[in-house]
């Protein structure tokens, strides 16, 4: 197999080389205690499906994936399939309220900015929670319809569209919460504390986006090579492949002054249409605002936008609503 690790090499090597790796075969099931059992040993006493473990760790391992066709025919499916429910688990159900609860203890609840930081978090930790849901209850069934040898009219692609959310909107979240605690967050008491939860988001963040990477391209096109198999009844379609949205900002650029007051009215808790009203413009017209705010200060959520606001005198604190 073409890659860094291979079935013959001591399970301990592929954990020792690279931390990331205790996360990876927690997903599968693997357990630590493993002594100087080989990768194939290891896999074959935990029920895991070798060749696709190998995959994961060489995709994770080498950014370069020169050889991502030869990586996809070598995966089984059903495994992938629970190390990716696995691996939902873990971000849901552990890692982001793990965060969570560090957060809390390392900012300041009296702080207007602080709680708008939390607010600003759980928004994201419930955009996560709804993408990965989406997945466990919609793309995953469709896959196991086609292990069984059964599909209906859609495909994955038409399955994904119909999905709000996406894997860059979800990173751009993310992204724009570092941000908004290094630039404006000041922790004189807790500062310590306060890092070691940023660097927790970092951590997060690489591995959230290893696990999307995964998705929209191995997973993506080994469900793609089984929906073109002649044991399937339904007619062949056309060929689709899952792209991820472009991330959008061009950083931080000046604001006209409607611009700044759309900030306002926005942190004042208004809706598009109540915005228009009050500043005598059309509902179109705040959303291309809106775009072009977005776009300058690259924060699109509503909680980034309010904290934005506050720290540069666009709002008093009070004329928030939380």
Known sequence: MTGRYHETDPMSDVISDDYRMLQMISRFGITLGFGDQTVAE????????????????????????????????????????????????????????????????????????????????????????????????????????????RRGQQRLSDITSQHEGSHSSIDRSLTELKGIIIKYYPSDQNAALLSDVLMDIYMVEEDFLNHCHMEDTLFCQAVQQLEKSPLLSSPKEEESTLIPSPVGGDGEGMLSDREREVIRLVAMGLSNKEIAEKMFIAVNTVMTHRRNISRKLDIHATAGLTIYAIVNGIINVEDVKL
Do not use: W
């Not at 994936?65 to 996809?72: F, G, P, R, S």
């Not at 607010?119 to 996560?128: G, I, R, S, T």
């Not at 466990?136 to 319809?145: D, K, M, S």
């Open 42 to 149: 290891t896999c074959k006493k935990a029920n895991v499906d070798t060749q696709t473990f190998l995959t994961v760790v060489n995709f994770l391992t080498d950014t370069n994936h020169a050889h991502i066709t030869e990586m996809v025919e070598r995966i089984d499916l059903p495994t992938m399939l629970r190390y990716l429910r696995n691996s939902h688990n873990y971000f849901i159900d552990y890692r982001l309220p793990q965060i969570r609860r560090k957060l809390l203890q390392a900012i300041d609840m009296h702080s207007q900015i602080a709680m708008l930081i939390l607010k600003f978090y759980d928004e994201y930790m419930a955009e996560v929670t709804r993408h990965m849901e989406y997945e466990n209850t919609h793309v995953h069934p469709y896959v196991e319809e086609l292990l069984q040898g």
